[in-house]
T-cell receptor, first 111, second 114 residues
Framework: GESVGLHLPTLSVQEGDNSIINCAYS??????FIWYKQESGKGPQFIID?????DKRQGQRVTVLLNKTVKHLSLQIAATQPGDSAVYFC??????????FGTGTRLTIIP | NAGVTQTPKFQVLKTGQSMTLQCAQD?????MYWYRQDPGMGLRLIYY???????DKGEVPNGYNVSRLNKREFSLRLESAAPSQTSVYFC?????????????FGDGTRLSIL
C-alpha cells in the first residue's frame, strides 16, 4: 500500500543552527503535502504546505522542498530556537478528504 | 477564537464500558475528522464527515461510531471499549473553500482502557 515515511526518527540540532527534516512518500499521485508540528500534550499544528506543481515554498523561518522525481519532501527550519523542539510530521493527501501521515521525527534543540 | 475543542481531555474506562468523545469547531468548517495516535505510528483516520449529514469510514473504523450532530459538532462513540482502543484521539476540521486547505487539530483526548 501507499505510505509516507521519514528517514530519521530523531534529530538534535544546536540552537541557532539550521535543521532539515526529511520525508519520503510513495504515492506518485499525491498532489498536496503538509508539514505539522506537534508539541508534547498538544495536537498537530499546521506549519506549511505545498502543492505538487511547486518545488519550493517559504514561510517564516521555514522552507519546504518537494522533489517529485525521487518522491522526497523536506522541511528546513532556519536559526532554530528552543521553541522549535517538537515532533514534526509530514502528510500527503491521498484522496480528496484523506491525509496519510508519516510516523514523525523528534527534533531536539540543544541550548 | 477557540478553533477545535475536544472534551474530555483525559478518560479511563473499563473494558466493555461505552463512551462518547466530543468535538466542536468554531471556524465554520464543512469537513471534520477523527484520528487516533499510537506510539511509533502516525495519525490514523477513523472516520470523517465531509459535510453535515454525511459520514465515511477511514482507515481504522472498527469498534467506533460517529455522529455529525450539526456543522459545529462531530462526536466519536466507543460502544464497548477494548484495551486495543487505548490511544490519543484527535479531532480535526478543514475549510473546503479551495481544494488545498490544511486540517486544523484539537489538543486530543487521552483515553485508557483497563
Amino acid at each position: 500500500g501507499e505510505s509516507v515515511g521519514l528517514h530519521l526518527p530523531t534529530l538534535s540540532v544546536q540552537e541557532g543552527d539550521n535543521s532539515i527534516i526529511n520525508c519520503a512518500y510513495s504515492n506518485s499521485a499525491s498532489d498536496y503535502f503538509i508539514w505539522y508540528k506537534q508539541e508534547s500534550g498538544k495536537g498537530p499544528q499546521f506549519i506549511i504546505d505545498i502543492r505538487s506543481n511547486m518545488d519550493k515554498r517559504q514561510g517564516q523561518r521555514v522552507t519546504v522542498l518537494l522533489n517529485k522525481t525521487v518522491k522526497h519532501l523536506s522541511l528546513q527550519i532556519a536559526a532554530t530556537q528552543p521553541g522549535d523542539s517538537a515532533v514534526y510530521f509530514c502528510a500527503e493527501r491521498s484522496g480528496n478528504e484523506k491525509l496519510t501521515f508519516g510516523t514523525g521525527t523528534r527534533l531536539t534543540i540543544i541550548p | 477564537n477557540a478553533g477545535v475543542t475536544q472534551t474530555p481531555k483525559f478518560q479511563v474506562l473499563k473494558t466493555g464500558q461505552s463512551m462518547t468523545l466530543q468535538c466542536a469547531q468554531d471556524m465554520n468548517h464543512n469537513s471534520m475528522y477523527w484520528y487516533r495516535q499510537d506510539p511509533g505510528m502516525g495519525l490514523r483516520l477513523i472516520y470523517y464527515s465531509a459535510s453535515e449529514g454525511t459520514t465515511d469510514k477511514g482507515e481504522v473504523p472498527n469498534g467506533y461510531n460517529v455522529s455529525r450532530l450539526n456543522k459545529r459538532e462531530f462526536s466519536l462513540r466507543l460502544e464497548s471499549a477494548a484495551p486495543s482502543q487505548t490511544s490519543v484521539y484527535f479531532c480535526a476540521s478543514r475549510d473546503q473553500e479551495g481544494s488545498n486547505q490544511p486540517q486544523h487539530f484539537g489538543d486530543g483526548t487521552r483515553l485508557s482502557i483497563l
